[in-house]
């Protein structure tokens, strides 16, 4: 067991003890180490303010995320690299080449968002990353500037893959990934502070351990969500046991038709080949949150978070996957739908965690289609979700997965218009007659989000949305995203 979070901090190594486990990396930045170039805007995941680099050894390379330090607890950093935008400057305090295009491009007036800005570009030019427009906005959606509109920064961000990599920074960048060698290891990181402890462990045999002996601990992966516990509501979590260093919680496996992901693995890591087999459950994540959040949240957490607003588990249930849960060393699997039993409450015993996702890939393609609607394309919160996998055979409905979320307590299948449509041929009167059974699926609530009637009149539309999607492949029925040519539904 080690006592000390270790992880490099612009180059140089800090080995920490003592700091409270729910001290953010904003907070240790500016207050421990005075490194105030990183901003506080939000301190919940939604400006950008507070980008920073964070490096990891991956297959031999380091590879650099933009992530919001305003919701990363210093445990997580363990074995990592932090870089800010105190280290960019060359010798001789010359401008970086992410700085000198955002001078370049007049990205910068007041300045406030400018750091964010730079790390976010910086993280892009790192690994290399050459970018389309949609890929400057994807990259840039999580950085706010009220001074410039964004306009210039990106500007700014489309020469990105046009930078020379300065001499002296090739240097620097070796050292980095020796220094991440040396930082590599299989033990538990064990904290104890007054009050408060935390666990990283690296297996899943040490985590199902500590999580039996801790069943009340907090369990943290990307703390997308419960970096906002502590920034927001001011909680003090007494346990954590944070998931992200546990190996077999990060692997993405392909066999016998099923994909099985890891509790643990992020948006970001999940996006290649989420997008390979279900392009269209990918763009529905594309605007999850932003770049930097996407960087960090997993599908796990958003499972066991259990928001009825939570934008994967609709998705996941129209395609019938199954949750893997463990306590101690026995796992059970369960279908996701039947994971959700209320309002904040899943089926989850104490001391039992998420393992994994499995989703059968027997859902042709484009068959699934997802449909959010929320009141602005990034960084928004869904009113509603409207999934569906209808199989049609031979004219008529041979089976159908219908999942919506915002229309109840928990994501929820639309049993009774499922029902009313298997067997019936896929028409537009069968779409007709089966509406009125939404009415017996869902009694919505009405927030500020959206009123119980629009959820419902929404709902009813998605579903004629989905049969005409299928009847007129080349109808452009969307202004975002790839849907505007659709090939048909039946299978
Ligand atoms: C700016 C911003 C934008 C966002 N946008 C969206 C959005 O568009 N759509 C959306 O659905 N969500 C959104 N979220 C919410 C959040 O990103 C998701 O819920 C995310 O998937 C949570 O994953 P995480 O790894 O960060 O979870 P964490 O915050 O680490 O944990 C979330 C919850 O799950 C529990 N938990 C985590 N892993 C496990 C496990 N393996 N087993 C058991 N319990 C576990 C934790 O104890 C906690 O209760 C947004 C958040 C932010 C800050
Ligand atoms: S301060 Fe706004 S995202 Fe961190
Ligand atoms: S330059 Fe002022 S907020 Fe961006």
């Given at each position: 067991m080690r006592d000390a979070v270790s992880f490099l901090l612009n180059g140089e190594k800090r080995s920490l003890r003592g700091l409270s486990p729910t001290t953010t990396l904003l907070d240790y930045l500016r207050e421990s180490e005075g490194l105030c170039g990183t901003k506080e805007g939000c301190a919940e995941g939604d400006c950008g303010a507070c980008t920073v680099a964070v490096g990891e050894l991956r297959d031999g390379r380091v590879r650099h995320l933009p992530l919001n330090a305003c919701i990363q607890f210093l445990p997580m950093l363990e074995g990592k690299?932090?870089?800010?935008?105190?280290?960019?400057?060359?010798?001789?305090?010359?401008?970086?080449?992410?700085?000198?295009?955002?001078?370049?491009?007049?990205?910068?007036?007041?300045?406030?968002?400018?750091?964010?800005?730079v790390m976010s570009l910086y993280s892009a030019y790192r690994n290399e990353t050459r970018l389309d427009r949609q890929g400057v906005n994807d990259l840039l959606a999580g950085n706010l500037c009220r001074c410039t509109r964004n306009g210039p920064n990106i500007t700014a961000a489309e020469t990105n893959h046009d930078y020379q990599t300065p001499a002296w920074e090739a240097a620097e960048l070796a050292a980095e990934k020796a220094g991440l060698q040396t930082l590599q290891h299989d033990e538990t990181l064990a904290l104890e502070t007054a009050g408060q402890r935390c666990f990283a462990p690296a297996s899943i045999e040490n985590l199902a351990t500590i999580y039996q002996r801790y069943p009340d601990a907090v369990l943290v992966s990307g703390a997308t969500d419960v970096g906002l516990w502590v920034t927001k509501q001011h909680r003090h979590l007494e346990t954590l046991i944070h998931l992200g260093r546990v190996r077999e919680l990060n692997r993405v496996i392909e066999t016998d038709g099923v994909l099985t992901l890891g509790a643990a693995v992020t948006y970001s890591d999940a996006f290649g080949v989420l997008d390979h087999h279900f392009p269209e459950f990918a763009e529905l994540l594309r605007p999850h949150g932003d770049t930097q959040v996407r960087s960090a949240a997993t599908l796990g957490g958003n499972l066991a978070n259990g928001s009825p607003i939570g934008d994967s588990?609709?998705?996941?249930?129209?395609?019938?996957?199954?949750?893997?849960?463990?306590?101690?060393?026995?796992?059970?699997?369960?279908?996701?739908?039947?994971?959700?039993?209320?309002?904040?409450?899943?089926?989850?015993?104490?001391?039992?965690?998420?393992?994994?996702?499995?989703?059968?890939?027997?859902?042709?393609?484009?068959?699934?289609?997802?449909y959010k609607l929320s009141k602005r394309f990034?960084?928004?919160?869904?009113?509603?979700?409207?999934?569906?996998?209808?199989?049609?055979?031979?004219?008529?409905?041979?089976?159908?997965?219908?999942?919506?979320?915002?229309?109840?307590?928990?994501?929820?299948r639309a049993a009774a218009v499922?029902?009313?449509?298997?067997?019936?041929?896929?028409?537009?009167?069968?779409?007709?007659?089966a509406l009125p059974r939404f009415d017996a699926d869902f009694a919505p609530i009405s927030d500020m989000r959206a009123s119980a009637d629009y959820r419902l009149r929404v709902a009813k539309n998605l579903l004629r949305k989905y049969f005409h999607e299928s009847h007129a492949p080349l109808a452009e029925t969307r202004l975002v995203g790839r849907g505007a040519t659709i090939s048909a539904v039946a299978s």
């Open positions: 690299s932090v870089v800010t935008v105190e280290k960019l400057a060359g010798p001789g305090r010359s401008l970086h080449p992410c700085q000198e295009a955002l001078v370049e491009t007049h990205g910068s007036q007041c300045g406030f968002c400018t750091p964010g800005f588990p609709p998705a996941l249930i129209a395609l019938g996957a199954f949750v893997v849960l463990r306590a101690g060393p026995h796992q059970r699997r369960l279908p996701l739908e039947d994971f959700f039993i209320d309002y904040g409450r899943q089926d989850r015993k104490a001391g039992e965690f998420v393992e994994a996702l499995e989703i059968p890939l027997s859902t042709p393609p484009e068959r699934l289609r997802c990034d960084q928004d919160i869904t009113a509603v979700l409207g999934c569906f996998n209808i199989a049609v055979d031979d004219g008529q409905v041979a089976a159908a997965r219908i999942v919506f979320g915002g229309m109840a307590a928990t994501p929820k499922e029902a009313a449509l298997v067997g019936q041929a896929w028409s537009e009167a069968s779409i007709e007659a």
